[in-house]
């Protein structure tokens, strides 16, 4: 094969070309085999290939790589020459060609081609490296492998032309998320230079009428061949070179490899990226048997890959595009830093950070942190050069050759001479290093970027650019395209321009109206910190206001001085990340550039910006010294400001989260002042540990503790408003400042699920059109002011912002009077002294909380293992577990039929149970019992007591349910939904997730008896001593008090009223005449609420049908089975198949949109329910199972009726899908979700309808 591949190469080189002819080898092509020094061609090749072979039959990770002919791996590496630096020309090939000419020994080179041959792209980088890949894309590889296996099934296909098809949906659907969206044309009409097999055109090619002839493609043309032939020795064949002399782009394939032909940067044809599938056709066919299996592991790299080449000749004028394009040749980056292992040359790199920084990068998620933040450093170092670099051209040369700046080329390598700031310039030759570069891979990679910032149309690009706020708007696609799980950990999102200038104005107020310092921002004692300054953008604006307060004061030509000595002497931005880093002082000193007042370009001015841990180096210390000077130099610059400066403003965007990779023992310790009351409650839960949290600490540690006057400003997470996790801090803040004012931007999923009081859509204030959803959680910004005078507060100035006009409503308040703006709100200690409105009655402390009234409850159980232990058909059940007990079944045959069961977790050791459970026997015929699994929705579970083949259980809940036993459910906290009904009822034993929250199930009696589940009849109320005698002296029961409280909970006065409090803990119960129960007429008043207790208890009550004694009817025109043709239900008609559910994860099981039709009510359906319609809904929906059976006349608030945080109907469809439950609905189950249906009806009617309603 070797010689074959000898004598192919050999003749490619030798090829005679006539001057002029246009062929590839005229053109240079020969030197992609040029020998090293004193050896021939026919020599070098076969000794070369035979040797390369060699290494490369050795088994790798991902099988047997059989051949490198000529580099086609996407890991490889183009050459590096010191005496030939262009970029353009150096992309020519994956082979490191300059090694091959260069090398003393030829082992060197055959050493550098096996580690290139080992990085195959998306097989060596595994799941976690090419994180967020476009699911698009994923889908069209798969789709592609599944049409070439099969073709190649079907025993029929050419080696060639039957595969066409396959290819150009490929091509189409990469294409058709493209803008203009590029198509294929087979077999290309000849234009003077052949019939290429594809056609790549753009949709702006195509008019309406008479089609234009001759158009040559735009996006050029595909050559296509067998898989079994080589993909590089076609792309250097004539006829490939007639193709791009003609069309000068050429896309080469063989279905497993692609190199893409285009021009050097003299015009002359060159092989530019490549990307590599399979080495050979057996692996490649082998691999796309399994296309989804395949498409996981390389169709993000694939698809991207095809998207470059479909996009090559696309002007590149748009910040988000060219974010996209680098942040592509950024994971290719990374993933071949993550193919390389641990490369040595990097630890001094590592280390130096680590130590600058204060940081530790543990683990693997620390290590794959430290990797990401080297490819984005070297990334946004070279974009920042390119930007300084160009505005450097367009000042030496004009614009020039449409859209282009002067005849030069921007070269990577000389990107060090363009960074000003001397810690960014330290950094980037140290990650940008030739020593480090070549093993890991990335030459190649720098190559292609150089290539694509040539590509720019910077007329265009920097008209979008220089609008202010630009930087941000390309970090913030480039973070999200490049690793946007990363984003998503460290909180990392760009801030709406809105918000910031808002901020900084409330800022500007807060300094000339609180403190007294008339200049505001201008004023020469006011020092600016944004901790956590990004890409800068608070930075930029401040030294905006600055300016334009200067302006006011009427300084002319001498503001540009005042200014600059601002950028340097006393506005400082903190960043711990490399990446926006760099952007950050990209972003000052355009700021400073469209002000007019740059920095000096002699480096001799730096902008204010430091690298480094924000929250750490307040106290003077001892310091290592540090490998490079500059790092130390950054350090020690960064500590003086931390330690000597008297800093009077910290605004920002602190991150949100911290990342698990990274420790910081000092940063721990910020939070403990948090922990600690002096009268409120004590903190409760995790919240204290959110990273934006220390932020806070720090900024309250240095305004009011160390420069004891001051402006704290931030947008945050908005828990720490209400949360009962931030108790502590709330109290301290009361102490601290002067003035707390919070405008509260609200946008969360959890509390409010994005929707405004009027049922508005609420998104979050970081939603953009490329985001829609913004970050999930609800947010608000803080402005804390401390004066020297200082005197604390007792209340709080509040105002909520709600919809989508938020930004707007900010920039028309920026400048607003705090009076007009905000609401008085007084913090209620027994609370926890919330920040935020809370809306509860003002007894609400003089009635009992639920334990106050049941002092017994259990928390619902938690299997782990829902799809094995958890079942709607009992036999199906038992069938599982009497399998699992079955000795003669091993725990591989087990985990084969049911994984769920046999995979480990942290506590618990799948094998380990099992033997243990086989050597007691089983299974336990009294385990299997009925389980309130969601609202409305019952099935069977396995209880088992011992081990932990349950996940979380109470032991002695079980006992306690018994026929004629009443439960209901509570939380102590709900994170949403508090202003809708929470309260289920039951017999039956509770899921963990009755509720969204968490369940707590509170029965009406408990048993003495300790006979275990099911029998015995020795009971006794579950009252408190207070509840009891209350009683007593009304003559009542402990059931008509737990039906009140059902009631109680079930009554939407109560809810609303008390929305505030429900949230934050236990439900508290009004009681009439609590606690003597001597007030005229409280038994009858509580007996009466107890009727209504017992009827909403029925219709809640979905296990047993209703007795007539209910008081609402169920109304039978409600939710009726239905088929679109008339005819009876039957067969198919009973699947669920319109897509309300699917497998998420693991058998998690995730809703889908399903099929619902909305309409008016017909005539006869309005007459029936005419005096209900207010309630119910003045639309109503037909929901479809499938095509053809649906349930007809559905009201929309029963569709939309919501229990325990649930949308009850939505909910038990999703797990109804027939690809999630296995089998088709049975006629009965279709009938449980009408009658669910109107019971949720007569629910409605009777809580809202009712004329009267217990007054909380």
Same mark, same amino acid.
């Given at each position: 094969?070797?010689?074959?591949?000898?004598?192919?190469?050999?003749?490619?080189?030798?090829?005679?070309?006539?001057?002029?002819?246009?062929?590839?080898?005229?053109?240079?092509?020969?030197?992609?085999?040029?020998?090293?020094?004193?050896?021939?061609?026919?020599?070098?090749?076969?000794?070369?290939?035979?040797?390369?072979?060699?290494?490369?039959?050795?088994?790798?990770?991902?099988?047997?790589?059989?051949?490198?002919?000529?580099?086609? !791996?996407?890991?490889?590496?183009?050459?590096?020459?010191?005496?030939?630096?262009?970029?353009?020309?150096?992309?020519?090939?994956?082979?490191?060609?300059?090694?091959?000419?260069?090398?003393?020994?030829?082992?060197?080179?055959?050493?550098?081609?096996?580690?290139?041959?080992?990085?195959?792209?998306?097989?060596?980088?595994?799941?976690?490296?090419?994180?967020?890949?476009?699911?698009?894309?994923?889908?069209?590889?798969?789709?592609?492998?599944?049409?070439?296996?099969?073709?190649?099934?079907?025993?029929?296909?050419?080696?060639?032309?039957?595969?066409?098809?396959?290819?150009?949906?490929?091509?189409?659907?990469?294409?058709?998320?493209?803008?203009?969206?590029?198509?294929?044309?087979?077999?290309?009409?000849?234009?003077?230079?052949?019939?290429?097999?594809?056609?790549?055109?753009?949709?702006?090619?195509?008019?309406?009428?008479?089609?234009?002839?001759?158009?040559?493609?735009?996006?050029?043309?595909?050559?296509?061949?067998?898989?079994?032939?080589?993909?590089?020795?076609?792309?250097?064949?004539?006829?490939?070179?007639?193709?791009?002399?003609?069309?000068?782009?050429?896309?080469?394939?063989?279905?497993?490899?692609?190199?893409?032909?285009?021009?050097?940067?003299?015009?002359?044809?060159?092989?530019?990226?490549?990307?590599?599938?399979?080495?050979?056709?057996?692996?490649?066919?082998?691999?796309?048997?399994?296309?989804?299996?395949?498409?996981?592991?390389?169709?993000?790299?694939?698809?991207?890959?095809?998207?470059?080449?479909?996009?090559?000749?696309?002007?590149?004028?748009?910040?988000?595009?060219?974010? !996209?394009?680098?942040?592509?040749?950024?994971?290719?980056?990374?993933?071949?830093?993550?193919?390389?292992?641990?490369?040595?040359?990097?630890?001094?790199?590592?280390?130096?950070?680590?130590?600058?920084?204060?940081?530790?990068?543990?683990?693997?998620?620390?290590?794959?942190?430290?990797?990401?933040?080297?490819?984005?450093?070297?990334?946004?170092?070279?974009?920042?050069?390119?930007?300084?670099?160009?505005?450097?051209?367009?000042?030496?040369?004009?614009?020039?050759?449409?859209?282009?700046?002067?005849?030069?080329?921007?070269?990577?390598?000389?990107?060090?001479?363009?960074?000003?700031?001397?810690?960014?310039?330290?950094?980037?030759?140290?990650?940008?290093?030739?020593?480090?570069?070549?093993?890991?891979?990335?030459?190649?990679?720098?190559?292609?970027?150089?290539?694509?910032?040539?590509?720019?149309?910077?007329?265009?690009?920097?008209?979008?650019?220089?609008?202010?706020?630009?930087?941000?708007?390309?970090?913030?696609?480039?973070?999200?395209?490049?690793?946007?799980?990363?984003?998503?950990?460290?909180?990392?999102?760009?801030?709406?321009?809105?918000?910031?200038?808002?901020?900084?104005?409330?800022?500007?107020?807060?300094?000339?109206?609180?403190?007294?310092?008339?200049?505001?921002?201008?004023?020469?004692?006011?020092?600016?910190?944004?901790?956590?300054?990004?890409?800068?953008?608070?930075?930029?604006?401040?030294?905006?206001?600055?300016?334009?307060?200067?302006?006011?004061?009427?300084?002319?030509?001498?503001?540009?001085?005042?200014?600059?000595?601002?950028?340097?002497?006393?506005?400082?931005?903190?960043?711990?990340?490399?990446?926006?880093?760099?952007?950050?002082?990209?972003?000052?000193?355009?700021?400073?550039?469209?002000?007019?007042?740059?920095?000096?370009?002699?480096?001799?001015?730096?902008?204010?910006?430091?690298?480094?841990?924000?929250?750490?180096?307040?106290?003077?210390?001892?310091?290592?010294?540090?490998?490079?000077?500059?790092?130390?130099?950054?350090?020690?610059?960064?500590?003086?400001?931390?330690?000597?400066?008297?800093?009077?403003?910290?605004?920002?965007?602190?991150?949100?989260?911290?990342?698990?990779?990274?420790?910081?023992?000092?940063?721990?310790?910020?939070?403990?002042?948090?922990?600690?009351?002096?009268?409120?409650?004590?903190?409760?839960?995790?919240?204290?540990?959110?990273?934006?949290?220390?932020?806070?600490?720090?900024?309250?540690?240095?305004?009011?503790?160390?420069?004891?006057?001051?402006?704290?400003?931030?947008?945050?997470?908005?828990?720490?408003?209400?949360?009962?996790?931030?108790?502590?801090?709330?109290?301290?803040?009361?102490?601290?400042?002067?003035?707390?004012?919070?405008?509260?931007?609200?946008?969360?999923?959890?509390?409010?699920?994005?929707?405004?009081?009027?049922?508005?859509?609420?998104?979050?204030?970081?939603?953009?059109?490329?985001?829609?959803?913004?970050?999930?959680?609800?947010?608000?910004?803080?402005?804390?002011?401390?004066?020297?005078?200082?005197?604390?507060?007792?209340?709080?100035?509040?105002?909520?912002?709600?919809?989508?006009?938020?930004?707007?409503?900010?920039?028309?308040?920026?400048?607003?009077?705090?009076?007009?703006?905000?609401?008085?709100?007084?913090?209620?200690?027994?609370?926890?002294?919330?920040?935020?409105?809370?809306?509860?009655?003002?007894?609400?402390?003089?009635?009992?909380?639920?334990?106050?009234?049941?002092?017994?409850?259990?928390?619902?159980?938690?299997?782990?293992?829902?799809?094995?232990?958890?079942?709607?058909?009992?036999?199906?059940?038992?069938?599982?577990?009497?399998?699992?007990?079955?000795?003669?079944?091993?725990?591989?045959?087990?985990?084969?039929?049911?994984?769920?069961?046999?995979?480990?977790?942290?506590?618990?050791?799948?094998?380990?149970?099992?033997?243990?459970?086989?050597?007691?026997?089983?299974?336990?015929?009294?385990?299997?019992?009925?389980?309130?699994?969601?609202?409305?929705?019952?099935?069977?579970?396995?209880?088992?007591?011992?081990?932990?083949?349950?996940?979380?259980?109470?032991?002695?809940?079980?006992?306690?349910?018994?026929?004629?036993?009443?439960?209901?459910?509570?939380?102590?906290?709900?994170?949403?939904?508090?202003?809708?009904?929470?309260?289920?009822?039951?017999?039956?034993?509770?899921?963990?997730?009755?509720?969204?929250?968490?369940?707590?199930?509170?029965?009406?009696?408990?048993?003495?008896?300790?006979?275990?589940?099911?029998?015995?009849?020795?009971?006794?109320?579950?009252?408190?001593?207070?509840?009891?005698?209350?009683?007593?002296?009304?003559?009542?029961?402990?059931?008509?008090?737990?039906?009140?409280?059902?009631?109680?909970?079930?009554?939407?006065?109560?809810?609303?009223?008390?929305?505030?409090?429900?949230?934050?803990?236990?439900?508290?119960?009004?009681?009439?005449?609590?606690?003597?129960?001597?007030?005229?007429?409280?038994?009858?008043?509580?007996?009466?609420?107890?009727?209504?207790?017992?009827?909403?208890?029925?219709?809640?009550?979905?296990?047993?049908?209703?007795?007539?004694?209910?008081?609402?009817?169920?109304?039978?025109?409600?939710?009726?089975?239905?088929?679109?043709?008339?005819?009876?239900?039957?067969?198919?008609?009973?699947?669920?198949?319109?897509?309300?559910?699917?497998?998420?994860?693991?058998?998690?099981?995730?809703?889908?949109?399903?099929?619902?039709?909305?309409?008016?009510?017909?005539?006869?359906?309005?007459?029936?329910?005419?005096?209900?319609?207010?309630?119910?809904?003045?639309?109503?929906?037909?929901?479809?199972?499938?095509?053809?059976?649906?349930?007809?006349?559905?009201?929309?608030?029963?569709?939309?009726?919501?229990?325990?945080?649930?949308?009850?109907?939505?909910?038990?469809?999703?797990?109804?899908?027939?690809?999630?439950?296995?089998?088709?609905?049975?006629?009965?189950?279709?009938?449980?979700?009408?009658?669910?249906?109107?019971?949720?009806?007569?629910?409605?009617?009777?809580?809202?309808?009712?004329?009267?309603?217990?007054?909380?």
């Amino acid at each position: 094969m070797w010689r074959a591949a000898a004598r192919a190469a050999a003749a490619l080189v030798a090829r005679p070309a006539a001057r002029g002819s246009g062929s590839l080898a005229a053109t240079g092509w020969s030197r992609l085999f040029r020998p090293v020094p004193g050896e021939a061609v026919s020599e070098a090749v076969p000794r070369l290939a035979r040797r390369t072979l060699t290494s490369l039959s050795q088994p790798t990770r991902w099988g047997h790589a059989s051949r490198v002919p000529e580099r086609g !791996w996407r890991g490889g590496r183009a050459p590096f020459d010191p005496q030939r630096s262009d970029p353009i020309s150096e992309h020519r090939t994956g082979v490191n060609v300059a090694a091959v000419r260069t090398a003393a020994n030829p082992r060197d080179v055959v050493s550098s081609l096996r580690i290139a041959g080992r990085q195959r792209h998306g097989r060596s980088v595994g799941k976690d490296t090419m994180a967020g890949p476009n699911k698009k894309l994923v889908a069209a590889v798969e789709a592609y492998f599944a049409d070439l296996r099969r073709v190649r099934a079907s025993g029929g296909a050419t080696a060639e032309r039957s595969y066409y098809p396959a290819l150009e949906g490929l091509l189409r659907a990469v294409g058709a998320t493209l803008k203009p969206k590029v198509f294929c044309v087979q077999e290309l009409a000849d234009q003077g230079a052949g019939h290429p097999d594809l056609a790549l055109y753009t949709a702006r090619q195509v008019q309406k009428g008479r089609p234009k002839s001759g158009q040559v493609p735009e996006r050029g043309v595909v050559e296509v061949k067998g898989v079994g032939d080589d993909a590089w020795l076609t792309a250097g064949s004539g006829q490939v070179s007639r193709y791009w002399g003609r069309y000068r782009l050429v896309l080469v394939t063989n279905l497993r490899n692609f190199v893409l032909v285009g021009a050097d940067a003299q015009g002359s044809p060159a092989k530019l990226e490549t990307f590599t599938l399979a080495e050979d056709a057996e692996d490649f066919w082998r691999n796309v048997e399994t296309p989804r299996a395949f498409a996981r592991e390389v169709g993000a790299g694939l698809g991207e890959y095809l998207a470059r080449v479909l996009s090559h000749r696309a002007a590149l004028a748009e910040p988000k595009d060219l974010a !996209w394009l680098l942040a592509s040749y950024a994971r290719d980056g990374l993933a071949r830093v993550e193919a390389a292992g641990n490369v040595s040359s990097l630890l001094a790199v590592r280390s130096a950070m680590e130590e600058a920084l204060g940081i530790h990068f543990e683990g693997e998620r620390g290590e794959r942190f430290f990797r990401s933040t080297l490819i984005q450093t070297l990334f946004y170092g070279i974009f920042s050069a390119w930007v300084l670099w160009s505005r450097d051209e367009q000042k030496k040369n004009g614009p020039l050759f449409e859209g282009h700046y002067g005849p030069q080329r921007f070269r990577w390598r000389e990107a060090v001479w363009h960074l000003r700031a001397p810690v960014l310039r330290a950094l980037f030759q140290q990650v940008a290093d030739p020593s480090r570069l070549k093993p890991l891979g990335l030459v190649e990679v720098l190559n292609w970027t150089s290539a694509a910032l040539d590509r720019v149309d910077r007329t265009a690009f920097f008209s979008r650019f220089n609008e202010g706020e630009a930087v941000p708007y390309f970090y913030e696609p480039f973070l999200e395209a490049f690793d946007p799980a990363l984003r998503k950990q460290l909180g990392v999102w760009y801030t709406p321009t809105e918000v910031v200038r808002y901020m900084v104005a409330r800022v500007d107020k807060a300094l000339k109206d609180d403190l007294g310092i008339l200049a505001g921002l201008a004023a020469e004692n006011v020092y600016v910190l944004d901790p956590c300054c990004g890409t800068g953008a608070y930075l930029a604006e401040v030294l905006r206001r600055i300016a334009g307060n200067l302006g006011e004061q009427g300084l002319g030509a001498l503001a540009g001085a005042a200014v600059r000595r601002a950028a340097t002497e006393r506005v400082f931005g903190f960043e711990i990340m490399p990446a926006p880093f760099v952007v950050a002082h990209l972003q000052v000193g355009l700021t400073m550039q469209n002000l007019g007042a740059p920095l000096a370009e002699d480096g001799s001015e730096r902008a204010g910006v430091f690298l480094t841990n924000a929250l750490t180096g307040w106290e003077p210390r001892t310091t290592k010294p540090l490998p490079f000077p500059e790092l130390e130099e950054e350090r020690d610059l960064a500590e003086s400001v931390k330690q000597d400066i008297p800093i009077l403003v910290i605004l920002g965007n602190p991150p949100y989260n911290g990342f698990a990779g990274m420790a910081v023992d000092e940063e721990r310790e910020l939070s403990v002042a948090y922990r600690t009351t002096k009268r409120v409650r004590k903190p409760e839960g995790q919240g204290l540990n959110d990273l934006y949290v220390r932020f806070f600490r720090m900024a309250e540690r240095r305004i009011a503790e160390k420069t004891g006057q001051g402006v704290v400003c931030f947008i945050s997470n908005y828990s720490w408003l209400d949360g009962l996790s931030f108790t502590g801090m709330r109290e301290r803040y009361l102490e601290a400042f002067d003035a707390i004012r919070i405008d509260c931007l609200n946008g969360d999923k959890y509390k409010t699920g994005k929707v405004a009081p009027d049922g508005s859509p609420d998104p979050s204030i970081f939603s953009t059109d490329g985001d829609p959803v913004g970050i999930q959680v609800g947010t608000a910004i803080a402005t804390l002011v401390r004066k020297v005078d200082h005197e604390p507060t007792e209340a709080v100035g509040f105002r909520h912002l709600w919809g989508q006009s938020k930004p707007t409503e900010l920039t028309a308040t920026a400048d607003a009077e705090p009076d007009t703006l905000y609401s008085e709100v007084a913090p209620l200690l027994p609370l926890g002294l919330p920040f935020a409105e809370i809306a509860v009655n003002p007894k609400w402390f003089d009635w009992p909380a639920l334990p106050d009234l049941f002092p017994a409850w259990y928390q619902g159980s938690e299997t782990g293992r829902d799809s094995f232990l958890i079942d709607t058909d009992l036999n199906r059940l038992r069938s599982r577990l009497s399998d699992y007990f079955n000795a003669g079944l091993s725990h591989d045959e087990i985990a084969r039929r049911y994984p769920a069961v046999m995979k480990d977790t942290a506590r618990f050791d799948a094998r380990a149970v099992r033997d243990l459970l086989l050597k007691r026997g089983g299974p336990n015929v009294a385990g299997f019992v009925r389980h309130a699994y969601r609202p409305f929705d019952d099935r069977w579970l396995y209880w088992e007591e011992e081990t932990k083949l349950l996940r979380e259980k109470s032991p002695r809940y079980p006992e306690h349910v018994f026929e004629g036993n009443l439960w209901l459910s509570a939380a102590q906290h709900l994170r949403r939904g508090a202003d809708e009904p929470q309260a289920c009822f039951t017999s039956n034993l509770a899921s963990r997730h009755l509720i969204e929250r968490g369940t707590s199930m509170f029965p009406a009696w408990l048993r003495e008896d300790g006979l275990g589940y099911g029998a015995g009849l020795d009971r006794r109320a579950n009252l408190s001593p207070s509840a009891g005698r209350y009683l007593d002296r009304l003559g009542l029961g402990v059931e008509d008090l737990f039906h009140h409280v059902l009631a109680t909970l079930h009554d939407p006065a109560y809810r609303y009223a008390n929305a505030g409090a429900l949230r934050m803990e236990w439900p508290r119960i009004p009681l009439p005449g609590w606690p003597d129960g001597e007030s005229e007429g409280a038994a009858e008043a509580l007996a009466g609420s107890a009727a209504r207790g017992r009827m909403v208890a029925a219709l809640l009550d979905s296990e047993r049908p209703l007795s007539s004694g209910t008081g609402t009817p169920l109304r039978p025109e409600i939710a009726v089975p239905d088929t679109v043709t008339g005819r009876y239900m039957a067969g198919e008609d009973f699947a669920v198949t319109a897509g309300w559910g699917h497998f998420g994860a693991g058998t998690a099981v995730m809703p889908g949109r399903g099929r619902i039709v909305e309409r008016t009510y017909r005539p006869e359906e309005r007459s029936a329910l005419a005096e209900h319609v207010a309630v119910l809904g003045k639309t109503t929906f037909d929901v479809y199972l499938n095509g053809e059976a649906f349930w007809c006349n559905v009201p929309s608030a029963i569709w939309d009726y919501r229990l325990g945080g649930y949308q009850v109907l939505k909910k038990w469809l999703s797990y109804r899908e027939s690809a999630v439950l296995g089998r088709s609905l049975l006629p009965e189950e279709v009938q449980h979700f009408a009658d669910t249906a109107r019971r949720i009806g007569a629910l409605l009617i009777a809580t809202f309808d009712r004329p009267e309603r217990s007054s909380p």
